[in-house]
């Protein structure tokens, strides 16, 4: 197992530095990427594979059509860039990792469901996301249906849902060809889909809400691209997105614990 660690560092740290590099991490989100991958291969190579393949396909998905997506969402994301950072590498990658340290610790297959629903969830939410904004239309709030600006949270799109769909079969799928459990994968596939709602009933309930007194728009940044602070007009002043992404994984690695127990 040490070795394994050994390997895990030096191979998450020359990935992080390879997409630091390619400007798809901040400096910050590769020292986060290099933490989650060492964790991960320690775990298992299974666990670096399936990490490797989520981070891969998700950051090819964002830079596809990068500019028209800043284009459409500028002045509503909190960070619209394809540049991530800590915060965001952690919210997605933090509950996969620790499911994978319980692994290595018990080897009790629940937290294989509960890590592959994780990063399903992750995989469902960031496709939705960026595919929702690129190929969708206008998105629609999931819990009033009304129409919204695209990128704001809590709005979904039929090509949204789609996206979503493909990247908790994505994940699933690679849990199946590294030959984790069918139950594993099934598990991870439907608590993949249920993270991702979830995540978007919170983006439209509890996530904080912002307004630009000079521009009249609603944003998720703090200090709007006109350079004038938001006031929070509905929601919770501390949920940010980042937080609701956290909420949604671990919700995936919840409701995937449970699928996979009940069908034990």
Same mark, same amino acid.
């Given at each position: ?17 390879? =997409? ?16 989650? @991958? ?12 399936? %990490? ?16 028209? #997506?800043?284009? %459409? ?5 909190? #960070? ?29 297959? %629940?937290?294989?469901?509960?890590? &592959? ?14 595919? @929702? ?21 809590? &709005?979904?799109?039929?090509? @949204?849902?789609?996206?979503? =769909? ?5 994940? =699933? ?78 919700? @995936? ?8 127990? =009940?069908?034990?």
């Amino acid at each position: 197992m040490m070795l394994r660690l050994v390997i895990g560092a030096a191979l998450a740290a020359i990935v992080a530095a390879a =997409a630091a590099r390619a400007r798809l991490l901040s400096v910050t989100g590769a020292v986060a990427a290099t933490v989650i @991958g060492t964790a991960a291969v320690t775990a298992g190579w299974s666990w670096g594979i399936v %990490l490797v393949v989520f981070f891969a396909l998700t950051s090819a998905l964002s830079a596809y059509g990068a500019e028209r #997506k800043r284009a %459409l969402t500028r002045g509503i994301l909190a #960070k619209g860039s394809t540049l991530r950072d800590a915060t965001q590498v952690i919210s997605n990658g933090e509950v996969f990792a620790a499911a994978g340290i319980l692994w290595l610790a018990t080897g009790d297959p %629940l937290f294989l469901a509960a890590g &592959g629903g994780a990063i399903a969830a992750a995989a469902a939410d960031s496709w939705a996301t960026e595919i @929702g904004i690129a190929l969708g239309g206008e998105p629609r709030s999931i819990i009033s249906w009304t129409p919204m600006t695209r990128g704001t949270s809590g &709005g979904v799109t039929i090509a @949204g849902f789609a996206g979503a =769909a493909a990247g908790a079969i994505a994940m =699933a799928g690679t849990m199946l060809v590294i030959g984790w459990p069918r139950a594993v994968a099934v598990a991870a596939l439907f608590a993949g889909m249920l993270g991702m709602i979830i995540d978007s009933v919170l983006g439209a309930t509890l996530q904080a809400r912002l307004f630009c007194p000079d521009c009249g728009t609603e944003t998720e940044q703090p200090v709007h691209h006109c350079g004038r602070a938001t006031q929070v007009i509905r929601g919770v002043r501390w949920m940010d997105n980042d937080l609701v992404n956290m909420l949604a994984t671990l919700s @995936g690695a919840v409701i995937a614990g449970i699928l996979f127990v =009940a069908g034990a």
